[in-house]
């Protein structure tokens, strides 16, 4: 199994930052993407960023420009580092990883979640 846990979520006000950190572990061989979701309430839940094991990043339109995301792969680690919060970023932020298992096979797995709070 592959568990995922993540940190940094909290309660900024608008135009704050946040750095949120997500870490894999279990029987995995190798990761190949990493990435973080959002889900506001009463909404879907909604791509912010990913990166793939080759440094490939995709972000969100609505965080382009304020959102960077990285990864430490020695640590199976992703960071997502949020600038310029606004209220509309408010939301219970997900880790998403996609890897290869000592099971054989590619694999998704999320982690349990992370409130972000931006007020105005």
């Known amino acids: 199994q592959v568990q995922l846990v993540e940190s940094g979520g909290g309660l900024v006000q608008a135009g704050g930052s946040l750095r949120l950190a997500c870490a894999a572990s279990g029987s995995i061989v190798s990761i190949n993407v990493m990435g973080w979701y959002r889900q506001a309430p009463g909404k879907q839940r909604e791509l912010v960023a990913v990166?793939?094991?080759?440094?490939?990043?995709n972000y969100g339109d609505s965080v382009k420009g304020r959102f960077t995301i990285s990864t430490d792969s020695a640590k199976k680690t992703v960071y997502l580092q949020m600038n310029n919060l606004k209220p509309e970023d408010t939301a219970v932020y997900y880790c998403n990883t996609n890897v290869m298992t000592i099971f054989g096979g590619r694999n998704t797995y999320w982690g349990q979640g992370t409130q972000v709070t931006v007020s105005s």
């Open positions: 990166i793939t094991s080759g440094g490939s990043t």
